[in-house]
């Protein structure tokens, strides 16, 4: 394997790689030297190159990870599978749903496996998350709040939706399993470069189902968290808790059971224990750097595949769209969002 870029993340991808016991890394590339310096030390083995292109064309590399800027995902990854190689790119996919479309086609023609790094899909929380709604644990959902807030790092070619919401959208995608049919942003930017840095994006599903997303550049403090709330249960996700990052609260309410109640309005407070799962211990890129190789070896399909990054985009341009038109809400269920 072969990774194209380390800025941020691509060391995060060329440890992973390294320490993976089915893959070894050959090459990292990027186009800055001083950044090659610095994770040469850490990486002895592996060839170092200022150019993408020696990793695309190294007919040894059976795989590449691509880790640039957001714009240039669509061109390094379409090259790389046209070469033959099967690719793992970060979030979002593409800048556009045309261009992750598009991606997707040029896998499915090569027969090459594309995996878009959603990570947190991976996490034991996430993961335990899944499984307790499948199983009915926390009856029907009424909603999923999350706050994903922190001081920088501004990005310089998607505003913070891109950035950070993209996170949230592909965790509500994964847990759900079913699109969204309305989206609303409202947000703003406090930096020459007049991307939004403060934004809220509102998911409206079936069934009444409701998603809020809180995502800020300029917040004082580091926050990490998600609330889901069902009609048996609630969860509350914090990633930043060292342990116990998730709690599981039997509370709720209990609608009124006559009509005289239903008249007179009144709920039913239902205050039960909670509980902490335990979790599974591992760290999340690295599992999904080993699905990303059984699904190369297996010819199956990652559970973050191209279908899972074209929704995220899809639903990362109807907020783009709402942020455009001052909030109004962009409607999924008719034709693509441009």
């Not at 709604?133 to 009856?139: D, N, Q, R, T, Y």
């Not at 922190?150 to 950070?164: A, E, K, P, R």
Request: proline share 4%.
């Amino acid at each position: 394997m072969g990774v194209i870029g380390c800025g941020y993340w691509g060391p995060n991808l060329a440890r992973n790689i390294a320490e993976c016991s089915g893959a070894q890394l050959v090459a990292i590339a990027d186009e800055r030297q001083e950044r090659l310096e610095a994770i040469a030390s850490r990486h002895r083995d592996a060839r170092l190159t200022r150019s993408a292109d020696d990793v695309i064309g190294d007919a040894s590399i059976e795989a590449v990870a691509v880790a640039t800027p957001v714009s240039t995902h669509f061109d390094l990854a379409r090259a790389a599978l046209r070469a033959g190689k099967h690719v793992l790119v970060t979030k979002p996919m593409a800048a556009t749903l045309a261009e992750a479309t598009a991606l997707v086609d040029e896998a499915n023609a090569a027969g090459r496996v594309l995996l878009v790094d959603h990570t947190f899909v991976y996490t034991g929380a996430v993961r335990r998350m899944k499984r307790l709604i499948e199983e009915g644990v926390l009856g029907p959902l009424y909603y999923l709040d999350s706050v994903r807030v922190n001081l920088g790092l501004f990005q310089h070619d998607v505003n913070v939706v891109w950035d950070l919401a993209a996170h949230d959208i592909s965790i509500f995608g994964h847990l759900l399993d079913t699109p969204p049919l309305r989206v609303t942003a409202s947000g703003s930017s406090h930096s020459p470069s007049g991307l939004e840095d403060v934004a809220y994006v509102h998911l409206e599903y079936a069934e009444d189902l409701i998603a809020h997303i809180h995502v800020n550049w300029l917040s004082p403090v580091k926050i990490r968290q998600t609330l889901v709330g069902g009609s048996q249960r609630m969860v509350v996700w914090n990633d930043l808790a060292a342990d116990e990052k998730l709690r599981i609260y039997d509370r709720g309410i209990e609608a009124p059971a006559t009509e005289a109640e239903r008249h007179r309005q009144i709920v039913a407070y239902r205050t039960g224990d909670a509980w902490i799962p335990t979790l599974e211990r591992h760290e999340a890129l690295a599992l999904e750097i080993a699905h990303f190789v059984d699904c190369i070896r297996n010819g199956t399909e990652p559970q973050t595949g191209g279908a899972a990054g074209c929704e995220v985009v899809r639903v990362l341009e109807a907020a783009s769209a709402s942020l455009r038109d001052g909030g109004q809400p962009v409607d999924l269920t008719t034709e693509a969002v441009t």
